[in-house]
């Protein structure tokens, strides 16, 4: 039975993998490199440092640990523009009423982000009290699809991995959700989500009745 829910941020609860991707584009460009949507969909759910590297090796290029530090602020910094205006109105719609619906029936509710933003924009979203954990890039070590972040939301909660239920944009983060024993859901592609158990298009299509059944 599921007890507790643990929610990807970016891609999920709100469109900053949008922004992201739009950062790492131009930071891609201004290398020479070319990088679309298709090639985004690897960096999604992978840290900072982990992207980077992903672009970089696309590109053949090696850069020194100087110029790897100054390419991800240059990078932030672009992303931070992006983000820096975002408020309660870019929360997508179906998330308060699932919160709601949620904490209705008594199941706890969980943050799992690689971001190192990730509170900057839980706060802009007006949803950073709503949940009983957040675990974040300054927590873990490890990236996804590494099981450690879902893993640490978890034990923050104090819920077995088996009963707790995993939504995530990446297929990074799908792995890293059935990694750590956890049902995942996927939001976006089903092709590129395809481990996940399943699917939905966005989080307002997603049927709280079928998931607490999982
Ligand atoms: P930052 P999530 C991830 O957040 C994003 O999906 C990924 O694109 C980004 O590179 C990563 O956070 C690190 O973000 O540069 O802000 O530390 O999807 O796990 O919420
Ligand atoms: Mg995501």
Redesign the pocket.
Known sequence: MIKAVIF?????LTD??HY??QA?QALAHSLGIAFNEQDNEQ??????L??LRLILAKGQLSVDDATEQQL?AQ??AH?LKLIANMSEADLFSGVRPLFTALKQRGIKLA????????DFVLQRLGIYNEFDAIAD?ALVKAS?PDPE?FLQAAARLGVAPAQCLGI???AA?VSAINSAGMQAIGIGDAEVLHEALRVYPNIEALDIATLLTL
């Not at 990807?8 to 999920?12: A, K, S």
């Open positions: 990807d941020l970016d891609g999920v900053t993998a992201h991707f790492w960096l999604k759910g992978v840290d900072r982990g992207s991800m990078k932030n992303y943050v799992a982000s690689a971001s190192k933003n990730a890039a996804k972040i995530e944009d990446a983060g």
